[in-house]
């Protein structure tokens, strides 16, 4: 690994000047005075006084070169949709809708908070408050009103966009009804709503003095030509909110000019992607993969992003193989959970469409097995590059960095830190380095580099005490993971330290999901944790105490009671928090100081050891719960 140690070296030694050279990636209006201000650690300004537009920087600079080449390519299975929008097309679309904005007083610093479902007028609204200075806001279609509006809450949008439904699997999910119900829960609900009506809802309703359709406000601005806000580097370009410990989630605050950076730089070195050539990356907007791989990450770098509507599997398995054929995709990216679901299927479908444009296809977003890494890299016959990052990154953490050299793929290792990232596993007793093949917490010395985090939306104590507190005399990032070295220098992640769950790529706290099931009236405590599941990665499960324990006296009573307790989560937080099951118990173990085991029920639900239980209060507590496992067990 000599090329790539020596890169990565550099980067670290030498950071200013590494970062001057990447930051040509991208186009600055006004040069920056200096590449990192560290001068309030672990505050990190990467690019300080430089002006730029992550707009820009993705459709207008290409116009006068690929102005005819294709920026997004559409293609629904749910609705039977496909469509095409040039770099051309993009421009007059997002200025369509930047005007629209506009029109509704949206102004630089504003938040503009969107709930769509994946069709292109998201990726215009995200990219029309990028060329205005507006802050974008994303929360992802599966969230339930509740969540919805503690993200409403705290982002305090002046407008929100979203549609009137999205389909899965067939069926229609009523965005504008959750949307109506979050602003009834909301505080800060804001005056405009605009509405992509796709004709799916045939009940939709509107308040008129609130509701705005956008195809009329559309065909007000089919000229429009919305200037470029030039904004200071460290001015936020959006908030993502994301689960940790807490039930409450917290926004993950990007800045502008790092973040183009980052994603240029890492759409050569890492993804090997070529300009004019095609993207297809499999998440959802809602999601850190979204954003950075599916809108900003290809367009910056001059590439047709692929946008999906639907499942990897329906109308059959070879849809995306299908898709990969006809755009002649050349870099993919996808999850884990999708590999195991796609290895679940009929072979035949991964030889019945021409792979040959496609080069590499990463994974991300939970561990990837050896199994599948393996059985994935030789049905495709292409090196399949498992890497690792997380929401606050926005970019690799780790990863083999192809650009600069072909490190060989271990199955089962996202491989090496990417360069800007001064990565160390530390133990979690003292905060020393650990040895080769030592377990330890996944941390990085800051500063940051360019396009990670740079604080939590209008609370810096918050990011420095969650992210930065985790060792008493050191100041380092903690990723909340623990990894693994071997003696080649290859990592391996083993899942979080904290009560963050992972339920197919989906990052949920498990406080999150308690709360949600506290909503239920009968519920008087509950704890959630992730178990282990063959194809999502993990499942949610709830034990619960009852207030009126009556009220499951029979087992009918219970089956009902459990399923009212899913439908309450389903409209809290959202079908993707859904326990698998819900175990009633008379108790939960508790530490004598009051602490939920939460480890050693997940133990106990795993069939493992549960671990040291000196600690415990009363050891029945745990007895219970092992006793409603067997009694699911037995009755399934
Ligand atoms: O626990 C790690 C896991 O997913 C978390 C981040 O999730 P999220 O914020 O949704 O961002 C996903 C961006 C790809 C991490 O803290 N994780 C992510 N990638 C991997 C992973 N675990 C193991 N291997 C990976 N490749």
Redesign the pocket.
């Given at each position: 690994m000599g090329a790539y140690r020596d890169f990565h070296r550099r980067s670290i030694d030498e950071r200013a000047a590494f970062w001057r050279e990447q930051a040509q990636l991208i186009d600055w209006r006004e040069p920056f005075a200096e590449v990192l201000d560290y001068s309030r650690p672990p505050f990190a300004r990467w690019f300080n006084g430089g002006t730029t537009n992550l707009c820009h920087n993705a459709i207008d600079r290409h116009l006068a070169t690929r102005a005819g080449q294709k920026a997004l390519s559409f293609i629904s299975t749910e609705t039977g949709q496909n469509r095409t929008y040039t770099f051309r097309d993009l421009h007059a679309e997002v200025n369509r809708f930047a005007a629209a904005l506009g029109e509704q007083g949206v102004a630089r610093g504003d938040r503009v908070l969107i709930y769509m479902p994946m069709i292109p007028e998201a990726v215009f609204a995200m990219l029309a408050c990028a060329r205005i200075g507006a802050v974008h806001s994303v929360v992802f279609g599966g969230f339930a009103s509740a969540s919805l509006a503690s993200r409403i809450d705290d982002a305090q949008p002046k407008v929100m966009v979203t549609a009137d439904a999205g389909m899965r699997g067939g069926r229609a999910i009523l965005y504008k009804a959750l949307v109506d119900e979050a602003l009834r829960l909301a505080q800060y609900p804001p005056a405009t709503v605009v509405i992509v009506n796709r004709g799916i809802d045939k009940d939709l309703k509107t308040v008129a003095s609130r509701d705005l359709d956008y195809d009329s406000l559309r065909d007000r601005h089919m000229e429009a030509k919305v200037p470029i806000t030039w904004v200071e580097s460290n001015e936020p370009s959006y908030i993502l909110y994301?689960s940790g410990t807490t039930g409450r989630p917290k926004g993950v605050q990007r800045d502008t000019g790092g973040y183009a950076v980052a994603l240029a730089s890492s759409m050569k070195h890492i993804y090997c992607g070529v300009p004019g050539e095609t993207m297809f990356t499999t998440s959802d907007i809602g999601?850190?993969?979204g954003h950075s791989y599916i809108v900003y990450g290809p367009l910056i770098h001059g590439m047709t992003s692929v946008m999906y509507e639907g499942l990897p599997v329906r109308p059959d398995a070879g849809i995306w193989w299908k898709i990969v054929e006809e755009h002649q995709v050349n870099v993919m990216f996808s999850s884990?959970t999708a590999a195991r679901v796609l290895k679940k299927q009929d072979p035949s479908y991964l030889s019945k469409y021409d792979l040959s444009s496609l080069r590499h296809l990463f994974?991300?977003?939970?561990?990837?097995d050896e199994p599948t890494h393996r059985w994935m890299a030789e049905a495709i016959g292409k090196p399949v590059i498992?890497?690792?990052?997380?929401?606050?990154?926005g970019w690799?953490i780790?990863s083999a960095v192809h650009g600069i050299e072909r490190t060989p793929i271990r199955y089962g290792s996202?491989s090496f830190p990417v360069y800007g990232y001064d990565l160390k596993l530390l133990r979690e007793s003292d905060g020393a380095e650990t040895a080769p093949n030592e377990k330890g917490v996944v941390a990085i010395v800051p500063p940051l580099p360019p396009g990670c985090m740079t604080t939590v939306w209008r609370d810096d104590e918050r990011f420095v005490k969650t992210y930065f507190s985790s060792f008493r005399d050191k100041l380092v990032y903690s990723?909340?993971?623990w990894g693994i070295r071997d003696q080649d220098g290859y990592h391996y992640?083993l899942?979080?330290t904290d009560d963050?769950i992972?339920v197919a790529?989906?990052?949920l706290g498990t406080r999150e999901i308690e709360e949600a099931v506290q909503a239920h009236a009968n519920i008087a405590e509950v704890a959630v944790v992730g178990i282990a599941h063959a194809i999502k990665g993990q499942i949610p499960l709830a034990f619960a105490v009852v207030k009126d324990a009556e009220k499951i006296a029979t087992s009918e009573a219970r089956d009902r009671h459990e399923l009212e307790i899913m439908e309450t989560v389903d409209k809290q937080l959202g079908p993707i928090g859904r326990p698998a099951r819900v175990h009633f118990v008379a108790m939960l173990p508790k530490t004598r100081s009051g602490k939920l085991l939460r480890r050693s029920i997940q133990a106990l639900a795993e069939g493992r050891d549960p671990g040291d239980l000196t600690t415990i209060e009363d050891p029945g507590a745990l007895e219970q719960i092992r006793l409603s496992l067997q009694q699911v067990r037995n009755d399934s």
């Open positions: 994301t999601w850190v993969v884990p994974l991300a977003g939970e561990p990837l498992d890497h690792y990052w997380q929401t606050e990154s690799p780790l996202p990723t909340f993971d992640i899942g979080r963050v992972n790529g989906h990052r």
